[in-house]
């Protein structure tokens, strides 16, 4: 239990220096923007004394090491600082599109983790034959287009026949039912991206364990190839499932963003966008280290999973 502890405090400490790192990169990437902030702002007619007095008021007469430590130091505490654009606090305006988001996210997960493990499950046990060949086509399809193209493809085929709205605009009244019709479009579109990616993971790790001597034992001894799988060979493919689906999930939460804009759905993915038209600084760099946390964060929990379920990982080879 120890050897486990230490294991996962290592990976801890690794996350946390990841997001150290994550945070100055976007920081100085952000400030690598092209054009003045303060003129964007102001406007091109503005006054040199107002530009002056502008740059003053954001910070920009400081060095961008003490505006880096400043906006850590705020982040520690809870402050994401203000924003450019509305004056709001950067934490309420992510806060309310970040459920909006999850609830996405978490409506593409239950399409397309059971139709990732069913899939890869079932590829395996009828691997080579015309289910096999026909779904790994299925996949590299879904795989090879980018989202927003998949997002173009579902509005031109179930939205301009009126059968579902093009645009995901969802209201704090709505019910669940209503919710869930009007977001169905860019749910699928997330569903093909990661479904195809998730089943063919599957599958490798299905037919890598079929390899193994023990599975050759279990089907001499007359086994049925459903209760091989099932029952010997996917709980010690669990390993790189979980990972490949805790990837997904990551992907799902911090990949939504042209699937957004190509639905106008009001999640965190639009309002980044929206901030980087306007050059709302703070804005990006908030949602960005979300998005970077979240990522971080399911990496850290699939490693977590990954050492309990699969004890061999904890012992040196």
Not at 95 to 108: D, E, I, P, V
Not at 176 to 183: H, I, K, Q, V
Not at 209 to 221: G, N, Q, T, W
């Amino acid at each position: 239990m120890g050897k486990i502890t230490t294991l996962i405090a290592k990976r801890i400490a690794l996350g946390l220096l990841s997001l150290v790192a994550v945070s100055l990169i976007i920081f100085f990437s952000v400030g690598l923007l092209p054009g003045d902030l303060a003129e964007a702002i102001l406007g091109q007619n503005a006054t040199p004394e107002t530009l002056e007095a502008m740059r003053r008021d954001l910070g920009l007469d400081r060095s961008a090491a003490v505006r880096y430590v400043e906006w850590v130091v705020g982040v520690l505490q809870g402050d994401l600082g203000k924003s450019l654009a509305s004056g709001r606090d950067v934490g309420e305006l992510i806060g309310a599109r970040f459920g909006s988001t999850l609830f996405l996210a978490a409506y593409a997960a239950l399409i397309s983790v059971p139709l990732a493990l069913f899939f890869g499950m079932a590829t395996a046990l009828f691997r080579n034959t015309r289910f096999d060949r026909i779904s790994n086509a299925g996949a590299l399809f879904a795989i090879s287009f980018p989202e927003f193209f998949i997002g173009y493809l579902l509005i031109y085929l179930l939205a301009q026949n009126g059968l579902f709205p093009t645009m995901s605009r969802i209201t704090e009244d709505m019910d669940l039912g209503e919710r869930l019709y009007s977001t169905f479009l860019p749910a699928l579109t997330l569903t093909f991206v990661v479904t195809g990616y998730m089943m063919r993971m599957t599958r490798a790790a299905i037919l890598n364990v079929l390899s193994s001597p023990y599975i050759e034992m279990a089907r001499l001894k007359g086994i049925r190839p459903r209760n091989v799988i099932l029952r010997h060979a996917l709980p010690n493919a669990a390993s790189p499932i979980v990972n490949v689906i805790s990837l997904s999930l990551a992907y799902l939460i911090t990949g939504v963003v042209m699937v957004e804009v190509v639905f106008v759905y009001p999640g965190v993915g639009q309002l980044l966008v929206d901030s980087v038209v306007r050059r709302d600084l703070p804005v990006i760099q908030g949602v960005s280290l979300l998005f970077a946390s979240v990522y971080i964060l399911l990496n850290l929990s699939a490693d977590v999973i990954s050492m309990l379920s699969n004890p061999r990982i904890l012992h040196a080879r």
